[in-house]
C-alpha cells in the first residue's frame, strides 16, 4: 500500500516522497509477501537541484521458513549547481537486477540480454563541469567511473569489470554560425576475466548553421585501441568521422547521420536517416539505416520507430529501436528492442494499464540468439480519498538458440495509500 509523503509549492522548492506498499505475491509455485518501499528528496532553486530516489522491494516467502529478501534495490543521487557562466554536476547510481534483465538507460540498449539466473550491481557515477556558457570560449570536462558484479551465475557471456572514463572539450565559437571544437576522450576498461580495452581519442569538430533550417555538425578524429589480459597485447588505430545533417520542417524534423569508429570489435561504418513528425493528438518519429562490419564486409539494416498518441482518457506508447554493442565479454551484439504500452482511465476510479516488449540480442559471430518476451497488467481502483486496491499480472518468457526456455509468472494484489506532506 504505497504511502506518499509529498512536500508541493514550497517557497524553498523542496519535495520530499515517502512510499510503502504490502501486499500479496504469486510466482510460479511460491507465494510471498511484499513490502516495496521508496523514499524521494528533490530540491531546486534558481541556481542549485539536488535531487535524491531510494527504492527497494522486500520478499518474504511464506513458505521454507519465511525467508526474506531484498529485491531489486536502486539508488539514484544527483547534484547540479550552474550560473550564467559555469556549471557543475554529480550523478552517483546503483541497482542490483536479475541478470536476465535488459538494463537500458537513457534509451540506450546495453549491454545484452543474459539467459540465466543470478544478479547483476551496478555502480556508476560522473561528475561533469562546464565553463565560458556565456563566452566565445568555453570549456567542458567529465569524468565517470562504472563498476559492474555478477553474483550467484555461471554464464560465460557475463564478467565483473570496471569503466573509469574522462574527456575534455574546448569550444570555440568563431561567429553566430559556426562552432569550433578540439576534444580529447580516455577510457580504461579492465574485465575480471576477458580481455581488457583502452580507448584515446582525439577530435577536431564544428556545428555550422548553413542557413534558417539547415544544420550541421562534422568531427574528425584519431583513435587508438588497445587490448590486453587474457589475450596478447594488440593495438589498432585509425581514423574516426561523423558527418550529421538536420532540417527543421514545419510539422518536425530531417536528420541523417554518417558514422565511422573504432572499438575493440574493430571499425563499424554506419548511415541513418530519421524523420520526426508532430501529429495531431501526438508525435510520430521513425528512422532507417545501414551498418557495415569493415572487418567481415557484413551489412546490417537498422530501424528505430517511436510513436506517442494521446487519447481521450489515457495514453499509446510504441517504439523500436535497434543498435550495436558489446556485451559483459567484448562480444559485438545486435540488440533489438520493441516496447508497447497503453493507459487507460475506465471511470474516474479505476484505472488499467498494459505493457508489452519484446528484447532479442544477437552476439554477431556465435550464432547465439537471446530473446525476452514480456507482457503485464496493472489495475488501480480508489476505494477512498487516501486508500487504492491495486493488482498487476506479469508474464516474462526466456529464450535462446541453444534451446533454453524460462518462464516466469507474477501476480500481486495490495492496497495503497496516498498522503501530502508540506514541510
Not at 534509451?107 to 555502480?123: H, M, N, Q
Not at 518519429?285 to 487519447?311: K, V
Request: net charge negative; with cysteine; aromatic share 8%.
Amino acid at each position: 500500500m504505497p504511502m506518499c509523503l509529498v512536500a508541493q509549492d514550497n517557497s524553498n522548492g523542496l519535495a520530499v516522497t515517502l512510499t510503502y506498499a504490502e501486499g500479496l505475491g504469486f510466482e510460479d509455485d511460491e507465494t510471498f509477501l511484499t513490502s516495496r518501499f521508496g523514499l524521494g528528496l528533490n530540491s531546486e532553486t534558481r541556481n542549485q537541484t539536488f535531487r535524491l530516489n531510494l527504492s527497494t522491494d522486500l520478499d518474504k516467502s511464506l513458505e521454507d521458513g519465511f525467508e526474506a529478501d531484498f529485491d531489486d534495490p536502486t539508488l539514484s543521487l544527483a547534484y547540479g549547481l550552474e550560473n550564467r557562466s559555469s556549471a557543475l554536476g554529480f550523478d552517483l547510481r546503483f541497482r542490483r537486477s536479475d541478470i536476465d534483465t535488459l538494463v537500458s538507460n537513457n534509451d540506450v540498449i546495453s549491454p545484452a540480454l543474459v539467459d540465466d539466473e543470478g544478479t547483476r550491481e551496478v555502480l556508476s557515477s560522473q561528475i561533469r563541469f562546464e565553463t565560458g556558457r556565456d563566452a566565445p570560449f568555453g570549456a567542458t570536462f567529465t569524468l565517470g567511473y562504472t563498476e559492474t558484479n555478477f553474483l550467484d551465475t555461471a554464464s560465460t557471456s557475463v564478467d565483473d569489470s570496471t569503466d573509469i572514463n574522462g574527456s575534455g572539450t574546448l569550444r570555440f565559437d568563431i561567429n553566430p554560425q559556426i562552432s569550433a571544437r578540439i576534444g580529447l576522450a580516455l577510457s580504461e576498461l579492465d574485465r575480471e576475466s576477458s580481455v581488457d580495452v583502452r580507448r584515446e581519442s582525439l577530435s577536431f569538430g564544428a556545428s555550422i548553421l548553413l542557413n534558417p533550417v539547415w544544420n550541421a555538425d562534422v568531427e574528425l578524429g584519431f583513435t587508438k585501441v588497445t587490448q590486453s589480459g587474457s589475450i596478447p597485447r594488440s593495438v589498432e588505430d585509425g581514423i574516426s568521422l561523423t558527418l550529421a545533417l538536420s532540417r527543421a520542417m514545419k510539422n518536425g524534423a530531417l536528420s541523417g547521420t554518417l558514422q565511422s569508429n573504432l572499438d575493440e570489435n574493430g571499425r563499424r561504418t554506419s548511415l541513418q536517416i530519421n524523420r520526426e513528425l508532430a501529429l495531431r493528438g501526438g508525435d510520430l518519429g521513425f528512422g532507417f539505416g545501414l551498418s557495415e562490419d569493415d572487418d567481415s564486409g557484413d551489412i546490417d539494416p537498422l530501424y528505430s520507430l517511436s510513436y506517442n498518441y494521446d487519447l481521450p482518457r489515457g495514453t499509446f506508447n510504441a517504439s523500436f529501436q535497434q543498435q550495436f554493442s558489446s556485451d559483459d565479454v567484448g562480444v559485438e551484439t545486435l540488440n533489438s528492442l520493441l516496447r508497447v504500452s497503453t493507459s487507460q482511465d475506465l471511470t474516474p476510479r479505476d484505472r488499467i494499464t498494459a505493457r508489452a516488449s519484446l528484447n532479442d540480442s544477437n552476439r554477431q559471430g556465435m550464432a547465439i540468439d537471446t530473446q525476452q518476451f514480456d507482457i503485464g497488467f496493472d489495475y488501480s481502483r480508489e476505494l477512498t480519498q487516501d486508500w487504492a486496491l491495486t493488482g498487476s499480472y506479469t508474464h516474462s518468457r526466456n529464450t535462446d538458440s541453444n534451446g533454453s526456455d524460462q518462464t516466469d509468472d507474477t501476480l500481486f494484489l495490495g492496497l495503497q495509500t496516498r498522503i501530502t506532506w508540506l514541510p
